[in-house]
T-cell receptor
Framework: KQEVTQIPAALSVPEGENLVLNCSFT??????LQWFRQDPGKGLTSLLL?????REQTSGRLNASLDKSSGRSTLYIAASQPGDSATYLC???????????FGGGTRLMVKP | NAGVTQTPKFRILKIGQSMTLQCTQD?????MYWYRQDPGMGLKLIYY???????DKGEVPNGYNVSRSTTEDFPLRLELAAPSQTSVYFC??????????FGDGTRLSIL
């Protein structure tokens, strides 16, 4: 059974810092990996999707990497801003049906 | 284009009552999903559908039922509400190999 773990569970940083969020998964036979953002009381917003054949994806200040063989992904946020404060969730799918297994999330607070 | 719409946003039920959580999407997505999220946890898949008339169980289906009579709608039914079903429920949809789009959730308390 696939298990997804995110470390740390919570993180507080001053504005402007570059930061890394970690995600690990136990079964390397994944189809793709996604990073989501969740704001309080809201649903999830997809940030980046990495196919199993890819090593990384970038969107603006966000960069996600994937090392399938070691079961790890990282989300790098450059020059963090207070508006980046949210919970970040990592999820993997095992097939094209995109049934996702989620990690518990990292709660990020960026202080002005 | 409203995306994924869930109703109601909040609901309190008594043990043993039944209710239906509504989910509709206007993006003509073929895949639809129901998840639950317990406090401080990630999401767990309850049921999913790959198209109208086709549904299948996810990781935690016990105590729930779904139907998919149209492409747009994917209601989730709780027949006999139990305290363990207190959670936030999210509906999502997807087209092809694109990322899933999520609704804002239904917060359900069972007392």
């Amino acid at each position: 059974k696939q298990e997804v773990t995110q470390i740390p569970a919570a993180l507080s940083v001053p504005e402007g810092e570059n930061l890394v969020l970690n995600c690990s998964f136990t079964d390397s036979a994944i189809y793709n990996l996604q990073w989501f953002r969740q704001d309080p009381g809201k649903g999830l917003t997809s940030l980046l999707l990495i196919q199993s054949s890819q090593r990384e994806q970038t969107s603006g200040r966000l960069n996600a990497s994937l090392d399938k063989s070691s079961g790890r992904s990282t989300l790098y946020i450059a020059a963090s801003q207070p508006g980046d404060s949210a919970t970040y969730l990592c999820a993997v799918s095992r097939n094209a049906g995109n049934m996702l297994t989620f990690g518990g999330g990292t709660r990020l607070m960026v202080k002005p | 284009n409203a995306g994924v719409t869930q109703t109601p946003k909040f609901r309190i039920l008594k043990i043993g009552q039944s209710m239906t959580l509504q989910c509709t999407q206007d993006m003509n997505h073929n895949y639809m999903y129901w998840y639950r999220q317990d406090p401080g946890m990630g999401l767990k898949l309850i049921y999913y559908s790959v198209g109208a008339g086709i549904t299948d169980k996810g990781e935690v289906p016990n105590g729930y039922n779904v139907s998919r009579s149209t492409t747009e709608d994917f209601p989730l039914r709780l027949e006999l509400a139990a305290p363990s079903q207190t959670s936030v429920y999210f509906c999502a949809s997807r087209l092809g190999n694109q990322p899933q789009h999520f609704g804002d959730g239904t917060r359900l308390s069972i007392l």
